[in-house]
């Protein structure tokens, strides 16, 4: 999986893309993945969730 992800990703990319771009969006393509499973595995909070959480700060 993570091999596939970085061909996906660097495949992308200008060739002029730096190290540090490249690792940026392999870590952001990770976390837009992590957000996705989480949404298709109920581990998400509603607004009106978050919104109480946020009155108690």
């Known amino acids: 999986m993570i091999r596939e992800l ?7 990319m200008p060739e002029t893309a ?11 393509q990770l976390k837009i993945e992590q957000g996705l499973k989480d949404v298709e ?6 607004e009106e969730d978050v919104l109480e959480e946020l009155k108690k700060w």
């Open 6 to 12: 970085i061909l996906e990703v660097t495949s992308t």
């Open 41 to 46: 595995e109920g581990k998400v909070l509603s």
């Open 18 to 28: 730096t190290f540090e771009e490249i690792i940026n969006a392999i870590y952001m």
